[in-house]
């Protein structure tokens, strides 16, 4: 049922030519993974290279590390669902661009209503700069803060808790440490 509403969701991106400049050079449209009815969903900035090619968020370097995460919480992909807030990669990995952004945003507020979850993951600022815009991520990430979003006539109670871009933490040891305590200490929680 949610999945063919996201279905049709995806359908809408495609038929409204939703950033035209980047769906050209796209292979595709990367919209989501996982379980529309999961309580969770993470939120990314924009597919790479391997998610172009394979039309599934986080299959490259990052996915690797958050499906290392989910299974240190004793979860998988299945347990979760994941998207990006620009569902088209942008040229050489570059960042989305605010008009990118904001393009998107209206679409990943309808994936968010349709999934309706208990629990937003942010991961990096682009995906966080819209739930919690006066935040800085170095002060805020792993905190839980709750947040009334109104969509239309509805009302959603979400709590959004911001994480670090599983990319700043590749190469980092230290912010990969911090990243996986921050995951561990909302994940764990939310599983029992
Ligand atoms: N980085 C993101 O933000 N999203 C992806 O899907 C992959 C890498």
């Known amino acids: 049922m949610k999945q063919q509403q996201l279905d049709i969701l995806r359908a809408e991106i495609v038929a409204k030519h939703v950033c035209p400049a980047l769906a050209v050079q796209a292979s595709q449209l990367v919209m989501g993974d996982g379980n529309p009815n999961a309580d969770i969903v993470f939120i990314g900035e924009a597919p790479g290279k ?11 370097a990052s996915g690797k590390f958050l499906n290392e995460m989910l299974a240190a919480a004793g979860m ?19 960042d989305p661009s605010k008009q990118e952004k904001q393009a ?9 209503e349709i999934i309706n979850p208990k629990v937003i ?5 682009h995906s966080m700069e ?6 800085r991520i170095s ?3 792993g905190q839980a803060i709750q947040k009334t979003i109104t969509l239309g006539d509805n ?8 994480l670090y871009h599983p990319a700043a933490a590749l190469y980092n040891g230290s912010l990969r440490q911090t990243l996986l305590e921050d995951f561990l200490s909302i ?3 939310l599983k029992k």
Request: aromatic share 14%; glycine share 4%.
């Open 76 to 94: 998988d992909r299945s347990d979760v669902y994941i998207t990006n807030i620009v569902k088209y990669r942008p040229p050489n990995n570059r």
């Open 104 to 112: 998107f945003l209206p679409y990943l507020l309808r994936q968010l």
């Open 187 to 189: 994940a764990v929680p």
């Open 50 to 60: 391997a998610e172009d090619e394979q039309g599934l968020p986080f299959v490259g």
């Open 121 to 125: 993951v942010t991961l990096g600022r």
């Open 155 to 162: 009302s959603y109670q979400w709590l959004i808790v911001p």
């Open 130 to 135: 819209f739930f919690i815009p006066e935040a």
């Open 139 to 141: 002060e805020v990430h």
